[in-house]
């Protein structure tokens, strides 16, 4: 795995990705902008981890901070670049258990934060609600069209502690039966009302 990975600029980093890395690079704000809307910062669940970005600037704001992320390649990265607050899992997220597969959204020019869920594979796929938290402040998934599974597998999670919950919207969701507007209206049956959006990022707040 070693032979994969790099030390870019005080990141590891997948040698084979340019395109995700500088997406990233210009959002590296989201998480303390996604946080500024969050009372309480004990625990926050995030994914997809990537190569941990956004997880290591979440461990410097949360007591212990929740990560998903099922490339292993990416996960390895996460690893070497996060520290002892965070609970990694290298697994998806769902609404289900069992296992899956994942496919590169694009061939030809890799970017690590390309994959979506496609079909029965190998990898485990769990529900947040699995965790069995005793608080939760914050939910932000940006896991390639996933996120409506994802919510309805912490329903529980999110009735109990309505926790803030960012969601990435721009219509991945579509191939999964979740099209943005679907999401929308999951949320607004939790209870939620859509308070901003920051970087493409959508923020949902509960309504008290």
């Known amino acids: 795995m070693e032979n994969q990975i790099e030390f870019r600029e005080g990141w590891w980093w997948p040698i084979c990705d340019h395109s995700c890395w500088k997406y990233l690079t210009k959002r590296k704000q989201v998480p303390a902008d996604v946080s500024a809307y969050v009372v309480n910062k004990k625990v926050v669940v995030q994914a997809g981890g990537n190569a941990g970005m956004y997880v290591k600037f979440y461990q410097d704001i949360f007591e212990t901070v929740y990560t998903f992320e099922p490339d292993p390649i990416n996960f390895y990265c996460l690893v070497k670049n996060t520290g002892n607050n ?116 959508f923020v949902f707040k509960f309504k008290e």
Request: net charge negative; with cysteine; hydrophobic share 40%.
């Open 86 to 201: 965070v609970i990694k899992f290298q697994s998806c997220i769902g609404n289900t258990r069992g296992t899956v597969e994942l496919s590169p959204i694009r061939v030809k020019k890799p970017n690590i934060g390309g994959f979506f869920v496609n079909g029965h594979g190998k990898i485990p796929i769990l529900k947040i609600d699995d965790l069995g938290l005793d608080c939760c402040d914050l939910i932000h998934l940006d896991i390639e069209g996933f996120e409506g599974h994802a919510l309805l597998g912490a329903e529980e999670t999110i009735k109990k502690f309505h926790p803030i919950i960012a969601v990435e919207l721009v219509e991945h969701g579509e191939k999964f039966g979740w099209p943005d507007s679907k999401i929308r209206e999951l949320l607004l049956s939790y209870g939620y009302q859509e308070e901003a959006e920051v970087w493409g990022d």
